[in-house]
């Protein structure tokens, strides 16, 4: 039985979210956004019968047994927790960080029954679902490089908000970059265990941002991880390189490629190709019927794409039980888990740490929550600097 | 007129050069090979009327006033330097060390009337030639962002020798990485400044090189590089990210990118596109009417179009004056001098120095030759550790 949804947010994903939901049977019961026009607009538009700022109202809804999260990363660690201690169900989008990405560890660890995942939809991708099962079936050999790149336009709101403040979880590292780092992981099996990253800012001004305000978070990134894992097959020893550059406006280029002994897997977009040492090229291993020209504004067509295999294995999981909140395990089995939003938010902050030392950076994933004081203590250190 | 042209080497380059230089109107009038046996093999393919294994025999030949020299990296500068000194004009390939290299800046600066070149074909590629006007023109705006990728397959040669050999200035970095250096500097009018690199060698033993020898030269390499310099529309403050990957077979990838805050100018092979920010879509600003499927074995095509293109500017240089061996600076103006290669050697060595302490490293260009003995002192202290 599929359960009734709770959407948070009114931004694209979010609004892309909602007819991917219903495509699959799933009922949309209640929306919330930053502010009542906001969500009175949005539900009004895609016909959500119940809309609110407040976000105990959705939360404590009793039609919603599952709730989406897709809202500025600053809010979505006390959301996320909050749901969970009501007994919801939650996919949702990464944290703030990474004290933000513990709770919400904590908080997963708790209530074991409940789903919890960080959607990254890039791990439903058909694409990459294949390429990490050719990898396990040792198409490349021995695996030696991941060499991944996105370009695009910028990432900016249209208005100030938090997409140019580095501290609230805005620029390319953390938006794109994460979802990489997240996805490098799952098909290696291994996760990076130093780092080192270069972030700049090219643009800090724009003619929506303007006046005494300027642009923290980074339009362009470059960092490479260090793989760590056990035994043979795994991404042990693996150099990755991560390229991100989102001054590139006409552009989008989102290309994953990995190179081992034997081959080399390649995902353009949504296509996967593959070539081994020896054969006669390029062959492409899966191809993408729906086409180009797809593109929906604002969200990459590798992440509406991925998206909509997210959905599919969410009703999947929800369709065969009884209970309204009770689900099966095999069908998101290749999710997110909140452990891995943590170590993602580790590996993103690493970088930044790089970025400011100039320095390989150690990934060390939090195991218990710092001291708020000597937190509140290093930002002032940081700041005097 | 036309000076005689004696060349050194039997590798694909040499066996490249020597119908390009014919083409133009020089004549070829001798050959040195490492062995009389392949300087003979080569000498009778091609029909060159000389040939030896003895490099005086070249350099003392009364008809050859043009020496170009296409050999092993630490050969180089003996042969280049010693060719000055007879009053020869010079074109050849870089160096083995950055000491190498400043012992052919002395001699170089010694003969400032005969010609004196890195023959870093790239340069003279008309794409190259085109992005250098575009952007001196302002094409892209305020330069941000050059990325640069080659991807092919081994360099390895057959057989065991200075290409398997990182100290004798085999591998991706010291054999491409080095064209690019100077590719980027040339087209940015800016030096590096501080780079951050990764080596990495994947294939230590292959088919032909077995039991106790060992590939030490990488086949992976990748290196950041932050631009120095002075002005605006200097390459000041821009970072450079080159990726060079030599295990891929059956792949070519020659593409360099560089993203500026009003577009952007990509070549890619030997053809040059550009995107202007807020343009239709990318154009293609040079085409290669020579089409592709030209590839030569081990030649890549935009060094094998630049080193024809280089060839016309020697002719050029040469042909107008009475002298064998005087010649024009203008058609030569943007070949690498040995003082760029002495840059080049400088910016490599910092890059394997990186490599090894995990640090930013930064470029300082020798101003003196080091105390011979300082030198054997270090490397006995890197060998020990």
Known sequence: ML????????????????PLLRGEGFEVRALWGRSEEEARSLAQE???PFHTSQSDDVLLHPDVDLVCIYISPPLTRQIAVKALGIGKNVVCEKAATA??????????????????????????????????????EGYVGEL???????????????????????????????TVGSTLVDLLSHLMGARAIRVHGLLRTFVRQNGAIRGIRRVTSDDFCFFQMLMGGSGPGTGSGVCCTVTLNFNMPGAFVHEVMVVGSAGRLIARGTELYGQRNGGNGEELLLGDSEGTGQEVKDVPL???RGLGSMVKALKDAFQAQEERRSWARGPVAMASTFEDGLYVQTVVEAVKRSSRS????????????????????????????
């Open 46 to 48: 895609l016909g959500i």
């Open 302 to 304: 590798p992440h509406l």
């Open 358 to 385: 100039g320095e390989w950076e150690s990934v060390e994933v939090m195991t218990q929550e710092p001291d708020p004081n000597q937190n509140l203590c290093e930002a002032l250190q940081r700041n005097k600097n």
């Open 3 to 18: 359960p009734g949804v709770g959407v948070f947010g009114t931004g694209s994903t979010a609004r892309m979210l909602v």
């Open 144 to 174: 030696q490089v991941c060499d991944a790149r996105v370009y695009g336009p910028s990432l900016l709101d249209q208005s100030y908000g938090w997409t140019c403040e580095e501290l609230m979880g805005g620029g390319g590292l953390h």
């Open 99 to 136: 004290v933000d990405a513990f709770k919400m560890v904590t908080a997963a660890r708790y209530y074991p029954q409940l789903l919890s995942i960080v959607g990254n939809a890039l791990r439903f991708l058909p694409a990459f679902v294949a390429m990490r099962q050719l990898l396990a």
